[in-house]
C-alpha cells in the first residue's frame, strides 16, 4: 500500500507540473498576460483530477489537501510564462502529452482501487487525461483539440494506453512497472499520432 501511495504522490506531481507547462505555454501562445497565464496553468493541472475526484466520489478534492501542488503550478507556471519564449507549437505537444499520461494513468489507479469494472477504469483514466486540456483550450478560446475533426489522435492514446496498465496489472506485473509502461504508452502514441498525423476515420 505505501508503494502505490507513494507512486501516486510522484505520479500526480509529474501530471500537475506536466499540465501547468502546457497551460502557460498555451496561454503565451494565445497573448495572455501573466494572470491569464496563471489562470490557464491552474485549470489545465487541476482540471482532469478535480472532475475524477467528483465521479468517484472522493473528497476533498485532491488539490485542497497538499497546498504544495498549488505552490508547484504556481511556480512552474511563472517560470514558463517568462522564461519559456519563443517555444514553437511542435515542442508544446511534449508536456501535453506527458499530463496526458501522467494524469490517465492516475486516473485509472483510484478507479482502480474501488473495484470498478475494467470498462470504467478505463474510461476514468481517459476523462483524467483529457479534462484539463479540454478547459485549457475552452479558456484559450479554441474547439478543444480531442472534439476536432481531422486531429491528431488524443483521447484514443489515453484509452489504449489506460487498457495496457489494467492489463499489466490484472497479470500481477507490479503496480510501478505497469504504471510506468502505460504513462510511456500513452506519451509515445500521442508523440506518434503527431508526427505522423494519424487521426480517427471520418466520413
Given amino acids: 500500500m505505501n508503494d502505490v501511495t507513494g507512486l501516486v504522490i510522484l505520479l500526480t506531481y509529474l501530471a500537475v507540473s506536466a499540465s501547468a507547462i502546457s497551460g502557460a505555454l498555451?496561454?503565451?501562445k494565445h497573448d495572455m498576460d501573466i494572470?491569464?497565464?496563471l489562470t490557464v496553468a491552474f485549470v489545465t493541472a487541476f482540471g482532469g483530477g478535480t472532475m475524477r475526484d467528483l465521479l468517484l466520489g472522493r473528497i476533498p478534492i485532491f488539490?485542497?489537501?497538499?497546498?504544495w501542488l498549488s505552490i508547484a503550478t504556481f511556480g512552474i507556471a511563472v517560470v514558463t510564462f517568462y522564461i519559456l519564449d519563443g517555444v514553437s507549437d511542435r515542442l508544446l505537444v511534449i508536456p501535453d502529452a506527458l499530463g496526458l499520461g501522467?494524469?490517465?494513468i492516475l486516473g485509472a489507479t483510484y478507479a482502480m482501487q474501488m473495484d470498478l469494472s475494467l470498462l470504467i477504469i478505463a474510461l476514468m483514466g481517459v476523462v483524467t487525461g483529457v479534462?484539463?486540456?479540454?478547459?485549457?483550450?475552452v479558456l484559450c478560446n479554441t474547439i478543444p483539440s480531442v472534439f476536432k475533426?481531422?486531429?491528431?489522435l488524443y483521447a484514443t492514446c489515453a484509452f489504449i494506453g489506460t487498457w495496457i496498465f489494467i492489463f499489466l496489472v490484472k497479470l500481477n506485473v507490479g503496480i510501478s512497472i505497469a504504471s510506468w509502461a502505460g504513462t510511456l504508452?500513452?506519451?509515445a502514441l500521442r508523440l506518434f499520432a503527431v508526427r505522423f498525423k494519424l487521426t480517427l476515420p471520418f466520413p
Wanted: charged share 25%.
Fill in 26 to 28: 498555451e496561454a503565451r
Fill in 35 to 37: 494572470v491569464g497565464a
Fill in 63 to 67: 488539490w485542497l489537501v497538499d497546498q
Fill in 102 to 104: 501522467f494524469f490517465s
Fill in 131 to 137: 479534462f484539463g486540456g479540454i478547459l485549457r483550450d
Fill in 149 to 152: 475533426r481531422n486531429t491528431e
Fill in 185 to 187: 504508452v500513452i506519451f
